[in-house]
């Protein structure tokens, strides 16, 4: 089983700022196939990010993904009000075997 | 347009059992991998059963033996059945379109609550 592990388990920033989210996998993800998902309370995951570093359609390009083998990282490049959220990664290989990171809750400091 | 519309959840003693229903419109569920992923309060997203599209089904070990995914391709609907629930599977069971070509679920529904009750 891979064991995403997401740090820090909370950030906070103020609008404007650079917001780092690191997702780190205990095997290697092979094909990139790892994702990016911003939940809000009480709403249903949305898609970020696919393919390691493919913005989802609607996605603004100030979040960008990047990162290979067992290193990710979700980038928001300016933090605006509706970007204080929980941020998930999530990783797909064969079996299948599916599992999701603990989250990153990005709040307004 | 995709929508996905998850029904069923509601309120269940422990040992019971439910089914949920994802109504899905904008694909067809014959030609798509469907998932169930849940979260419990308070707590992180858990992927939980998986649907291919050759019907193939694929569950986590946490509900192996007692959840059953399905579908109905006439009723473009999946279903998940839920046997011998506990606490732990107090959650909103979310239905989404995947995993897509990158692995990824990429059409979500809004989630049903299951509480179990002891």
């Known amino acids: 089983e891979i064991v995403l592990t997401q740090s820090p388990g909370t950030l906070s920033l103020s609008p404007g700022e650079r917001a780092t989210l690191s997702c780190r996998a205990s095997?290697?993800?092979?094909?990139?196939?790892l994702a990016w998902y911003q939940q809000k309370p009480g709403q249903a995951p949305r898609p970020l990010i696919y393919?390691?570093?493919r913005r989802a359609t609607g996605i603004p390009d100030r979040f960008s993904g990047s990162g290979s083998g067992t290193d990710f990282t979700l980038t928001i490049s300016r933090l605006e009000p509706e970007d204080f959220a929980v941020y998930y990664c999530?990783?797909?290989?064969?079996?299948?075997?599916?599992?999701f990171g603990g989250g990153t809750k990005v709040e307004i400091k | 347009e995709v929508q996905l519309v998850e029904s069923g959840g509601g309120l269940v003693q422990s040992g019971g059992s439910l089914r949920l229903s994802c109504a899905v419109s904008?694909?067809?569920?014959?030609?798509?991998?469907v998932s169930w992923v849940r979260q419990a309060p308070g707590k992180g997203l858990e992927w939980v059963s998986l649907?291919?599209?050759?019907?193939?089904?694929y569950d986590a070990d946490s509900v192996k033996g007692r959840f059953t995914v399905s579908r109905d391709n006439s009723k473009n609907t999946v279903y998940l059945q839920m046997n011998s629930l506990t606490g732990e599977d107090t959650a909103v069971y979310y239905c989404?379109?995947?995993?897509?070509?990158?692995?990824?679920?990429?059409?979500w529904g809004q989630g049903t609550l299951v509480t179990v009750s002891s």
């Open positions: 989404a379109r995947g995993p897509a070509l990158y692995g990824d679920f990429d059409y």
């Open positions: 904008g694909f067809t569920v014959s030609a798509n991998y």
């Open positions: 649907i291919y599209s050759d019907a193939t089904t």
């Open positions: 095997q290697s993800i092979r094909s990139n196939y």
């Open positions: 393919g390691a570093s």
């Open positions: 999530q990783q797909y290989s064969s079996s299948p075997q599916i599992s």
